[in-house]
């Protein structure tokens, strides 16, 4: 597979009074937005006062905020020929609040995929806090008042309803994963409560390998970081 270029640190009036030299090179610049051409593309002037003067096309897939003219922006992305012209296609338009608006934005949730986001808030801040306690060595002595079994018990009904929401939608697999999640929390539980902190350190890791596996093939990143179900075949 091929390296991946890297990232040159460049001004747009440098990109255009020399294009050659950067032609094909992924680059970013910082310049304030000068011109506003069609809904996906834009250009930008090292100097705002003098329009035209030393400016670069920036294509960009999508924008999902307007931008105003005069206003610095970071671009990333790579330098092609356009018309003749140098342009940057770019892949992150970063404004100066720091919110990359070149991002596509995931479209409402489902409700198939409201439901399952409740599963996963339910469950990762109860597996986090295990995993860390486990960690850090918490056995049976550092169990205050059962509160990693709490969390363990709150995991494994969790689990359960999670197996019920894979079966409802005929995922098989799925299915397996939340039965053998579930049985890896009890096994987690009993090794916090005995005080085998080897037997809950091997816990963890198997229910991090189950996660893991169930994630690759029904969670799916979005543009913005955020993540959405994807159904199985």
């Not at 040159?8 to 950067?22: E, G, L, R, T």
């Not at 250009?43 to 035209?52: A, C, I, Y």
């Not at 990762?124 to 486990?134: D, I, M, Y």
Request: proline share 5%; net charge neutral; charged share 20%.
């Amino acid at each position: 597979m091929a390296s991946l270029k890297p990232l040159v640190p460049a001004a747009a009036s440098s990109i255009a009074s020399n294009p050659d030299a950067f032609y094909g090179q992924n680059v970013t610049i910082t310049a304030a937005v000068d011109r506003l051409v069609s809904p996906t593309s834009f250009t930008v002037d090292q100097n705002t006062k003098t329009s035209g003067v030393g400016e670069v096309l920036i294509l960009v897939p999508v924008l999902n905020a307007p931008l105003a003219v005069n206003t610095y922006v970071t671009i990333i992305g790579e330098v092609v020929r356009h018309e003749g012209r140098p342009a940057i296609q770019a892949t992150a338009v970063i404004t100066a609040a720091m919110i990359d608006i070149a991002k596509r934005l995931p479209p409402p949730m489902t409700p198939d995929e409201e439901a399952f986001d409740r599963l996963m808030k339910r469950i990762n801040p109860a597996f986090s806090a295990l995993r860390q306690a486990v960690a850090a060595g918490a056995g049976g002595g550092a169990n205050t008042e059962g509160t990693l079994n709490v969390q363990a018990a709150l995991l494994m009904r969790a689990f359960a309803d999670t197996e019920a929401f894979w079966k409802k939608r005929d995922q098989a697999d799925a299915v397996k994963w939340a039965v053998d999640a579930r049985a890896q929390a009890e096994t987690l539980e009993r090794a916090i409560a005995a005080g085998k902190s080897d037997d809950a350190k091997a816990a963890v890791t198997a229910l991090q390998q189950t996660c893991s596996a169930c994630h690759g093939k029904y969670r799916e990143r979005q543009d913005d970081g955020s993540y959405r179900i994807r159904m199985g075949s």
